[in-house]
């Protein structure tokens, strides 16, 4: 699952796409408002984490923007702390959450996953299948009870297929999820992903359908 972040503020930027990247999100970066609304016009995101005060076309603009254009993607506002004027404009103009800086990299982490959850209509906090479990919260998995260790990438597409249990993905639109846009998509690779995937949580999870792509078995568990 793909995100656009963005932020002007480089350190800042450089940290939010780090953690969001580990929780198990594909992260592209806009830092100035024509970037970020050219990249969100694709339509190709889960959720966008959008600063309000930014270079060249300022984040309450291209929400307005945006939303005008019947972009329905689910934006979280990142506003100055006592800014509330700016918040109230921002749920106005069709944010579906904010987060007053400064914020801990947890909460913004929450409330990512939280709108992603709801707006992809997954209630459960916790997806899995039998004997499989897996907490977006902390990114973490556990098979029977005991955690398997997953590289970034084995996570994000274990959470990708999860997150669409029982619907067959293929591997190009996995491949697309898993990297952002400037990043090569290698179909193979996902097969090799797939492969070293199975050999840590075991066989069953995933299916493979053979020319059609993955398929997650199990449900979402609350
Ligand atoms: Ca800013």
């Known amino acids: 699952m793909q995100v656009l972040l963005v932020e002007d503020e480089v350190m800042v930027a450089r940290a939010l796409s780090e953690a969001l990247r580990k929780s198990g999100l594909a992260v592209d970066l806009a830092q100035d408002g024509e970037e970020a609304w050219y990249l969100a016009g694709t339509g190709q995101y889960a959720a966008i984490v959008l600063d309000?005060?930014?270079?060249?076309?300022?984040?309450?603009?291209?929400?307005?923007?945006?939303?005008?254009?019947?972009?329905?993607?689910?934006?979280?506002?990142?506003?100055a702390r006592g800014s509330w004027p700016e918040r109230v404009a921002g749920i106005n103009a069709g944010a579906d959450d904010y987060l007053p800086k400064p914020f801990e990299t947890e909460e913004l982490l929450a409330r990512v996953h939280g709108l992603i959850r709801r707006s992809s209509g997954v209630t459960a906090t916790r997806l899995g299948a039998a004997g499989l479990e897996i907490d977006p919260a902390s990114a973490t998995v556990t098979v029977n009870g005991d955690s398997v260790d997953l590289t970034q990438m084995e996570y994000r597409l274990l959470f990708h297929l999860a997150s669409n249990a029982g619907k067959v993905i293929p591997a190009a639109e996995l491949a697309e999820s898993l990297y952002s846009h400037n990043?090569?998509?290698?179909?193979?690779a996902i097969e090799v992903l797939v492969g070293r995937l199975r050999r840590k949580i075991g066989k069953d999870y995933i299916q493979t359908r053979r020319g059609f792509g993955y398929a997650f078995k199990g449900q979402a568990q609350s």
């Not at 270079?55 to 005008?68: A, H, Q, S």
């Open 52 to 79: 309000i005060g930014l270079p060249r076309v300022d984040g309450l603009t291209v929400m307005k923007r945006l939303r005008n254009e019947g972009v329905s993607t689910p934006i979280l506002i990142l506003s």
């Open 183 to 188: 990043h090569e998509r290698d179909t193979n």
